[in-house]
Nanobody, 116 residues
């Protein structure tokens, strides 16, 4: 298993940018598909972006062109670059690691608040 720790959230004005990071422990990081989810108050958790072990990325339609996910296997870290932030992007952003062999793990989340 891996343990995940997110960072980089905060309060930002509409149109601003943030870079979220998710640091993973363990020696099997490269074996995990990684993803960012978000959950806003009163709403279901939703997938924002995913990156496979081979670096293939997918995005929710609502964030395409604004969000970019990447991974650095040497640093056991994934990133989410968030641009052109909107108030509706306000949520807790959670890191997810999935492996068919090792199972699934979640981080504790980092709060992103978009407000003027």
């Amino acid at each position: 298993q891996v343990q995940l720790v997110e960072s980089g959230g905060g309060l930002v004005q509409p149109g601003g940018s943030l870079r979220l990071s998710c640091a993973a422990s363990g020696r099997t990081f490269s074996s995990y598909a990684m993803g960012w989810y978000r959950q806003a108050p009163g709403k279901e958790r939703e997938l924002v972006a995913r990156i496979t072990t081979h670096g293939i990325t997918t995005y929710a339609d609502s964030v395409k062109g604004r969000f970019s996910i990447s991974r650095d296997n040497a640093k056991n870290t994934i990133y989410l670059q968030i641009n052109s932030l909107k108030p509706e992007d306000t949520a807790v952003y959670l890191c997810n690691a999935y492996s068919l062999y090792y199972g699934q793990n979640w981080g504790q989340g980092t709060q992103v608040t978009v407000s003027s």
